[in-house]
């Protein structure tokens, strides 16, 4: 059962991989884009890391690609203002993507039995949050104070300087 998911969510993200880079429409390779993570969010709970699909889901497929579609829908592209490639940067282009090819086959290569039986809880919520609230609570902490800062500077630098105006304006 778990194979035939796996060989069905394999030949889903494959196909909608092609169709997004294939597809003649922006919005077309989006909407496919959004099907490929949500078979790569398939895969993972094949493997038992539920916490991760559901991150995927939101983050990529909920938030990222959201984006991305009003992006392409706002900027209105039309085929007339697209520039047109020349022969030489598709032939680089080409050439590019076969060495990348080869190096992620050379990567690949002898790593067939690499993957050992682990535990069957080992992605659930309740085992991360164990490790996150114990192992690894100091860089936790630390990691939540930088994006506290983060967002205390990004609320700084868009607020206005005159001294009656409190409106965040984005620049």
Known sequence: ?????????????????????????????????????????????????????????????????????????LLNLNKESEPHKSNLLKIAAAICAALLMIVLVGSLKGTEQVVQHTPSDIGLVKNLGKVLFTDFLLPFEIASILLLAAMVGAVMLAKSEKPGDNKIHVK
């Open 1 to 73: 059962m778990t194979v035939n998911l796996f060989y069905f969510l394999s030949f889903v993200a494959i196909l909608s991989a092609l169709l997004v880079v294939f597809s003649k429409s922006p919005v077309y390779s989006v909407l496919y884009l959004i099907i490929t993570f949500f078979s790569i969010a398939g895969h993972y709970v094949i493997l038992n890391a539920q916490f991760l699909a559901v991150v995927h889901v939101i983050v990529y497929a909920g938030a990222i690609m959201v984006l991305f579609l009003y992006v392409i829908m």
